[in-house]
């Protein structure tokens, strides 16, 4: 599943989309991936948006920078930037996003600032050396060409199976469902049916219960791709779950934009890890969606 372009809400400013770091990279960089996330679930709103209507106290240099990924940003940036988007955007519990958010900062400077096993700051451990009985000479000794080519293939062997290994490995992808893992929904916004005039946009939410044993950390709606309809509607393809222990809920909220056709528009969403795979797989959980009335807008 790919995640498809959003565009801007209602008030938003177009330009061209910045390309987010990649989390492999680091603690920074995966710190400003999800920055980068929880930007393009509220709307994707220009940095000047961000500073001018929802009131983020920090520079549009400082904020275009928290994103690259490059250089860890101040808390003060990190939760300038957070709080207009998760409080300001998204209307979410602010000590809540506070809480969470300032635990992903502390992490990654934690992570960006411990030392690289071997590198600068690691003391350097004394080698010991030692003196060993002369071995006898392997190319004379009774049998030498016979164990050497048992060892050569023994050696090549467990290459092979340690190949095979790490390949079934890497293939098999994760357990799901995971056990004890179970999701409620239990309301929704915006009832299926309502009539949005054309251009205009609607903010779609979900409250869900974590009513499993699993707790909930890294989880993502995505869309399925399923959509129907004639109408023209768009969304973000993905937007972060905050985490969630057992016997918890959280609200999962979508901006939505109607388009000039007009018709009925059906999304439908599905629980995701960061890599897209599902965590209710085979109709184990029906999708959450929305389903509205496109409508021409009043003249």
Same mark, same amino acid.
């Given at each position: 599943?790919?995640?498809?372009?959003?565009?801007?809400?209602?008030? =938003?400013?177009?330009?061209?989309? $910045?390309?987010?770091?990649?989390?492999?990279?680091?603690?920074?960089?995966?710190?400003?991936?999800?920055?980068?996330?929880?930007?393009?679930? !509220?709307?994707?709103?220009?940095?000047?948006?961000?500073?001018?209507?929802?009131?983020?106290?920090?520079?549009?240099?400082?904020?275009?920078?928290?994103?690259?990924?490059?250089?860890?940003?101040?808390?003060?940036?990190?939760?300038?930037?957070?709080?207009?988007?998760?409080?300001?955007?998204?209307?979410?519990?602010? /000590?809540?996003?506070?809480?969470?958010?300032?635990?992903?900062? /502390?992490?990654?400077?934690?992570?960006?600032?411990?030392?690289?096993?071997?590198?600068?700051?690691?003391?350097?451990?004394?080698?010991?050396?030692?003196?060993?009985? !002369?071995?006898?000479?392997?190319?004379?000794?009774? =049998?030498?060409?016979?164990?050497?080519?048992?060892?050569?293939?023994?050696?090549?062997?467990?290459?092979?199976?340690?190949?095979?290994?790490?390949?079934?490995?890497?293939?098999?992808?994760?357990?799901?469902?995971?056990?004890?893992?179970?999701?409620?929904?239990?309301?929704?916004?915006?009832?299926?049916?309502?009539?949005?005039?054309?251009?205009?946009?609607?903010?779609?939410?979900?409250?869900?219960?974590?009513?499993?044993?699993?707790?909930?950390?890294?989880?993502?709606?995505? $869309?399925?791709?399923?959509?129907?309809?004639?109408?023209?509607?768009?969304?973000?393809?993905?937007?972060?779950?905050?985490?969630?222990?057992?016997?918890?809920?959280?609200?999962?909220?979508?901006?939505?934009?109607?388009?000039?056709?007009?018709?009925?528009?059906?999304?439908?969403?599905?629980?995701?890890? /960061?890599?897209?795979?599902?965590?209710?797989?085979?109709?184990?959980?029906?999708?959450?969606?929305?389903?509205?009335?496109?409508?021409?807008?009043?003249?």
């Amino acid at each position: 599943m790919s995640e498809s372009e959003v565009s801007p809400v209602a008030g =938003g400013k177009r330009g061209r989309k $910045q390309l987010r770091p990649d989390p492999a990279d680091g603690p920074v960089a995966a710190f400003a991936y999800r920055l980068c996330e929880l930007k393009e679930s !509220a709307g994707d709103p220009s940095y000047d948006r961000m500073r001018t209507e929802l009131g983020a106290a920090a520079s549009k240099s400082a904020l275009s920078s928290a994103a690259r990924g490059q250089d860890l940003p101040s808390w003060e940036t990190s939760w300038e930037f957070v709080r207009s988007l998760a409080v300001g955007a998204l209307g979410q519990d602010v /000590e809540t996003v506070r809480r969470e958010w300032s635990r992903r900062w /502390e992490h990654a400077r934690a992570s960006a600032e411990q030392p690289e096993a071997g590198g600068p700051g690691t003391a350097p451990q004394p080698v010991r050396r030692e003196t060993p009985a !002369a071995p006898p000479d392997p190319e004379t000794a009774p =049998g030498a060409g016979r164990r050497r080519a048992w060892v050569l293939a023994g050696t090549g062997l467990a290459v092979v199976l340690a190949v095979l290994a790490l390949s079934a490995y890497l293939l098999s992808g994760p357990e799901r469902p995971i056990p004890g893992d179970a999701s409620l929904m239990l309301s929704e916004t915006v009832p299926d049916g309502t009539r949005i005039a054309a251009g205009t946009s609607v903010v779609k939410s979900w409250e869900i219960m974590n009513v499993g044993r699993v707790p909930w950390t890294g989880r993502y709606l995505e $869309q399925t791709g399923e959509r129907i309809g004639s109408g023209d509607c768009t969304a973000p393809g993905r937007v972060w779950i905050r985490d969630t222990p057992p016997g918890e809920r959280v609200r999962v909220i979508v901006p939505v934009l109607a388009g000039d056709r007009v018709g009925q528009c059906k999304i439908s969403w599905k629980m995701v890890d /960061e890599n897209g795979d599902l965590f209710f797989p085979d109709q184990a959980l029906r999708p959450v969606f929305f389903d509205i009335d496109v409508v021409p807008a009043q003249g």
